[in-house]
């Protein structure tokens, strides 16, 4: 497509339940990148995939959250066991990679709640 | 570790006049900046970015930002503001891998 897509645009869950969000990059970026962002709050990184690099998870913020991200194509972000602090828009970003100056390209987010 | 400091949360300018939207960083090694505009219901747009060179950076809708590197600021400027630019607008900086963004500033600008 055009540009970074995500789904579900929108998830209500209730806790302790596992949720799944899916990123769909721009086709030929190498990079990809997940943030979280909370209501009045800035974007937090996640977890950045580069190529075949084996991925930065440092923004990961407890074991309940993983990625993953098969080649240079489709990403899914899972929390497990849901908590309601996870509430929050994720948002997906990539890149062509280029090094450190090259610009993010955003999807419109998916907005999750946990109830 | 990489920082960046939006000071005003809030920043209200009325139609036609200009307008600044304060940014500050710290890094180690030379910073890539860049502001993005989020609006209403809406991912990030990228607005423009400082790599090297010209300390003044031209970027879309009229936006252009300041590179100074004594007060490590890179403040966002446009000459005229329009209402269609009240936004959410997000600094950030790259030293490392991730980018790292400010917490926002919210332009309201009022007809």
């Known amino acids: 497509g055009a540009g970074v897509s995500q789904s579900p645009s929108n998830k209500v869950t209730e806790k302790g339940k596992d949720v799944e969000l899916r990123c769909d990059p721009i086709?030929?970026?190498?990079?990809l990148y997940w943030y979280r962002q909370r209501l009045g709050q800035g974007l937090e990184f996640l977890i950045y995939?580069?190529?075949?690099?084996?991925?930065?998870k440092s923004g990961l913020p407890s074991d309940r959250f993983s990625a993953e991200r098969t080649g240079e194509s489709v990403s899914t972000l899972t929390i497990q066991r849901t908590q309601q602090e996870d509430s929050a828009v994720y948002l997906c970003?990539?890149?062509?990679?280029?090094?450190?100056?090259?610009?993010?390209?955003f999807g419109e987010g998916s907005r999750l709640t946990v109830l | 570790a990489q920082s960046v400091a939006q000071p005003e949360d809030q920043v209200n300018v009325a139609e036609g006049n200009p307008l600044t939207v304060k940014c500050t960083y710290s890094?180690?090694?030379?910073?890539?900046l860049f502001w993005y505009v989020q609006y209403p219901n809406r991912g990030l747009q990228f607005l423009l970015k400082?790599?090297?060179?010209?300390?003044l950076v031209k970027g879309s809708y009229g936006f252009e930002a300041e590179f100074n590197k004594s007060q490590t600021s890179f403040h966002l400027k446009k000459p005229s503001a329009l209402v269609s630019d009240s936004a959410l607008y997000f600094c950030a900086v790259r030293g490392g891998t991730p980018l790292v963004f400010g917490k926002g500033t919210r332009l309201s600008v009022i007809a």
């Open positions: 970003a990539s890149s062509l990679g280029l090094g450190a100056t090259g610009e993010l390209f």
């Open positions: 890094v180690s090694g030379n910073p890539y």
């Open positions: 400082y790599i090297t060179g010209d300390n």
């Open positions: 995939f580069q190529g075949n690099s084996a991925p930065d």
């Open positions: 086709s030929g970026h190498t990079a």
